[in-house]
């Protein structure tokens, strides 16, 4: 008897590229056509008319900026950082850090399930069937995965593009992608979120807010110390490892 995977129709080879493909072209289009929508002077120009729709459709406003925030890290779209603020700005800090973290934390699962089906399966085939060198990275990898993933999303100067993308070609699984993500990105998001829940005064006094704010002393200082605790356990390991040897 004919065995019915056998007579299924195989997907053309360039099928699995197409979220891949398709990302790609919005994002050039959106880096384009977008840019005066996702800034600071259309924020501030539209604030008045953003708070009063706030007030009269506060979950309907929720659900359209989650909306909104996943199509911008999904598709790689210009504005991330102002969404983050936009987010402060219309919902404080406490919710608003919640709703970034939550759209920022989707759209990042979207482009890594897009990334895993185009390419990230045939990288780790060819890892997988590797040896030497590149089979003892892989190894390494996957040993420490839960701490190279909270690495990755708390050092700020790792762009949010490419924490999404080495995952996926590395065959992280989605549960660790996501876990990771999703608490890995609450010390920048909280960050950015309370300055955006401040800009009624930086509006008032007509100034800008200062995105750099990240990298100053007192926060970036207390975000390196997460990132040093997150390779504690590769820390161990390697050094217990070096004693069981010579023993």
Same mark, same amino acid.
């Given at each position: %008897?004919?065995?019915?995977?056998?007579?299924?129709?195989?997907?053309?080879?360039?099928?699995?590229?197409?979220?891949?493909?398709?990302?790609?072209?919005?994002?050039?289009?959106?880096?384009?056509?977008?840019?005066?929508?996702?800034?600071?002077?259309?924020?501030?120009?539209?604030?008045?008319?953003?708070?009063?729709?706030?007030?009269?459709?506060?979950?309907?406003?929720?659900?359209?900026?989650?909306?909104?925030?996943?199509?911008?890290?999904?598709?790689?779209?210009?504005?991330?950082?102002?969404?983050?603020?936009?987010?402060?700005?219309?919902?404080?800090?406490?919710?608003?850090?919640?709703?970034?973290?939550?759209?920022?934390?989707?759209?990042?699962?979207?482009?890594?399930?897009?990334?895993?089906?185009?390419?990230?399966?045939?990288?780790?085939?060819? %890892?997988?069937?590797?040896?030497?060198?590149?089979?003892?990275?892989?190894?390494?990898?996957?040993?420490?995965?839960?701490?190279?993933?909270?690495?990755?999303?708390?050092?700020?100067?790792?762009?949010?593009?490419?924490?999404?993308?080495?995952?996926?070609?590395?065959?992280?699984?989605?549960?660790?992608?996501?876990?990771?993500?999703?608490?890995?990105?609450?010390?920048?998001?909280?960050?950015?979120?309370?300055?955006?829940?401040?800009?009624?005064?930086?509006?008032?006094?007509?100034?800008?807010?200062?995105?750099?704010?990240?990298?100053?002393?007192?926060?970036?200082?207390?975000?390196?110390?997460?990132?040093?605790?997150?390779? %504690?356990?590769?820390?161990?390991?390697?050094?217990?490892?070096?004693?069981?040897?010579?023993?």
């Amino acid at each position: %008897m004919t065995n019915m995977s056998e007579i299924e129709p195989q997907k053309p080879a360039f099928a699995r590229y197409l979220p891949l493909v398709g990302i790609a072209v919005v994002a050039a289009i959106g880096a384009f056509a977008l840019r005066d929508y996702l800034s600071f002077d259309a924020l501030r120009d539209n604030r008045e008319a953003l708070i009063a729709f706030r007030d009269s459709n506060f979950v309907l406003t929720v659900l359209a900026f989650i909306a909104i925030y996943v199509a911008i890290v999904a598709f790689s779209l210009p504005g991330a950082a102002i969404g983050t603020l936009t987010g402060g700005f219309l919902f404080g800090t406490a919710a608003g850090t919640v709703i970034n973290i939550t759209g920022a934390t989707t759209g990042a699962v979207l482009i890594f399930l897009a990334a895993r089906m185009g390419l990230g399966d045939k990288l780790r085939a060819k %890892m997988d069937a590797s040896d030497g060198m590149v089979a003892k990275i892989r190894k390494g990898i996957d040993e420490n995965q839960w701490s190279m993933l909270f690495f990755i999303r708390l050092v700020p100067a790792v762009p949010f593009f490419v924490a999404n993308l080495i995952p996926a070609f590395l065959g992280v699984p989605l549960y660790r992608f996501v876990v990771s993500t999703f608490i890995g990105i609450i010390p920048g998001s909280l960050v950015y979120t309370s300055v955006g829940a401040g800009l009624g005064e930086v509006f008032a006094k007509g100034e800008t807010p200062n995105l750099g704010i990240i990298f100053e002393p007192h926060i970036l200082f207390p975000i390196l110390g997460l990132c040093a605790l997150s390779l %504690m356990p590769i820390v161990i390991k390697a050094v217990t490892g070096k004693k069981d040897l010579s023993s």
